[in-house]
């Protein structure tokens, strides 16, 4: 087993894990909040170091990522490990509770992206920054190889890790999951502040876009759209915003978002975001991208596959403005 990066000892063989704050103090035996940290005789072990639950070759878009090297695929793999603890969560069977793993090396990872001509390797499904000692030596050997890496994240991290990660990282998808702090408590168990601190950082060195699950009654007033809206204006109004349907999962009994409510959320959130689309609706102009400037159509999709696009080096091929496209 890999010894975790981000912890100190402390007395009785306890530990202190620094890696999110949640700063789980773990009895000598016992596992973290994560699941993927494990103390072992006061020292603190990554025991899902290389063990993934799955392996797949996506469409970029599925992360989703839409304005990331548009229409190619990524080698997708997780780990079974996550820091929140949501209610609504889509793949709780991976991420809440121990499930299967297949040993996974971080050479045979990248392996992988090669042998399936993927644009890299993206860390996805549950939460890949709990898995972080295999994605800090996975990701420096993908670079190497000229590889991009993907992270697909909650955000839930602590500033030091994070600082430390980023300079191997391509591309984010980070969920805002409420602009409501009760939220993150009551339905996640963790804070919004981190997450919120997480995205601002991050937006400094790497590609990012933003997905936030409507969900009725917990987080889809107009003042909670309003309110990320305003913020995520005035940390780039360039950056992506995903607004993506939720549907009934895990502990969460609640009907499907209403059409009219994802509408509601787009029409408030272009008012100051160039970017806005809405995910996991049969709707495919909601996905389509726009040029932010003279309006026309710059890529169509279908689902997760792109159909057209009309840009080229990184400009609208109508009005020639730059675009906020990566690829």
Same mark, same amino acid.
């Given at each position: 087993?890999?010894?975790?990066?981000?912890?100190?000892?402390?007395?009785?063989?306890?530990?202190?894990?620094?890696?999110? /704050?949640?700063?789980?103090?773990?009895?000598?035996?016992?596992?973290?909040?994560?699941?993927?940290?494990?103390?072992?005789?006061?020292?603190?072990?990554?025991?899902?170091?290389?063990?993934?639950?799955?392996?797949?070759?996506?469409?970029?878009?599925?992360?989703?990522?839409?304005?990331?090297?548009?229409?190619?695929?990524?080698?997708? &793999?997780?780990?079974?490990?996550?820091?929140?603890?949501?209610?609504?969560?889509?793949?709780?069977?991976?991420?809440?509770?121990?499930?299967?793993?297949?040993?996974?090396?971080?050479?045979?990872?990248?392996?992988?992206?090669?042998?399936?001509?993927? &644009?890299?390797?993206?860390?996805?499904?549950?939460?890949?920054?709990?898995? *972080?000692? *295999?994605?800090?030596?996975?990701?420096?050997?993908?670079?190497?190889?000229? @590889?991009?890496?993907?992270?697909?994240?909650?955000?839930?991290?602590?500033?030091?890790?994070?600082?430390?990660?980023?300079?191997? &990282?391509?591309?984010?998808?980070?969920?805002?999951?409420?602009?409501?702090?009760?939220? *993150?408590?009551?339905?996640?168990?963790?804070?919004?502040?981190?997450?919120?601190?997480?995205?601002?950082?991050?937006?400094?060195?790497?590609?990012?876009?933003?997905?936030?699950?409507?969900?009725?009654?917990?987080?889809?007033?107009?003042? @909670?759209?309003?309110?990320?809206?305003?913020?995520?204006?005035?940390?780039? /109004?360039? &950056?992506?915003?995903?607004?993506?349907?939720?549907?009934?999962? *895990?502990?969460?009994?609640?009907?499907?978002?209403?059409?009219?409510?994802?509408?509601?959320?787009?029409?408030?959130?272009?008012?100051?975001?160039?970017?806005?689309?809405?995910?996991?609706?049969?709707?495919?102009?909601?996905?389509?991208?726009?040029?932010?400037?003279?309006?026309?159509?710059?890529?169509?999709?279908?689902?997760?596959?792109?159909?057209?696009?009309?840009?080229?080096?990184?400009?609208?091929?109508?009005?020639?403005?730059?675009?906020?496209?990566?690829?």
């Amino acid at each position: 087993m890999h010894e975790a990066l981000y912890y100190e000892k402390l007395e009785d063989k306890k530990v202190r894990c620094n890696l999110c /704050p949640h700063h789980c103090i773990i009895k000598d035996g016992k596992i973290g909040i994560c699941m993927g940290k494990e103390n072992r005789g006061g020292v603190l072990y990554a025991r899902n170091y290389a063990q993934t639950t799955s392996i797949a070759n996506d469409p970029i878009e599925k992360k989703p990522l839409y304005h990331f090297y548009p229409g190619t695929y990524i080698l997708s &793999i997780s780990p079974n490990s996550c820091n929140l603890s949501c209610k609504f969560c889509q793949n709780w069977e991976i991420s809440q509770m121990e499930s299967p793993t297949q040993h996974l090396s971080p050479e045979r990872a990248v392996e992988f992206a090669k042998k399936y001509k993927s &644009i890299g390797i993206s860390y996805t499904y549950t939460e890949p920054l709990m898995w *972080y000692e *295999y994605v800090l030596d996975t990701a420096k050997l993908a670079q190497k190889e000229g @590889l991009k890496n993907v992270l697909v994240t909650n955000g839930f991290i602590n500033e030091e890790p994070l600082l430390k990660i980023l300079p191997l &990282i391509d591309a984010m998808n980070i969920d805002v999951k409420s602009m409501d702090d009760s939220f *993150y408590r009551k339905v996640c168990s963790a804070k919004l502040e981190p997450v919120l601190k997480t995205v601002e950082i991050s937006q400094k060195s790497c590609h990012i876009e933003i997905t936030n699950l409507v969900i009725p009654t917990l987080n889809d007033t107009d003042e @909670l759209f309003h309110k990320l809206t305003d913020w995520l204006s005035s940390v780039n /109004p360039n &950056i992506p915003l995903h607004f993506s349907r939720y549907f009934p999962s *895990y502990k969460m009994p609640l009907p499907p978002t209403p059409l009219e409510t994802l509408k509601r959320a787009r029409d408030i959130a272009m008012k100051k975001i160039n970017y806005v689309y809405v995910g996991n609706i049969h709707q495919d102009e909601w996905n389509n991208t726009y040029c932010h400037n003279c309006k026309k159509l710059i890529i169509s999709r279908e689902g997760y596959f792109v159909i057209e696009k009309n840009y080229s080096n990184g400009k609208c091929n109508f009005c020639k403005t730059p675009l906020p496209i990566v690829g």
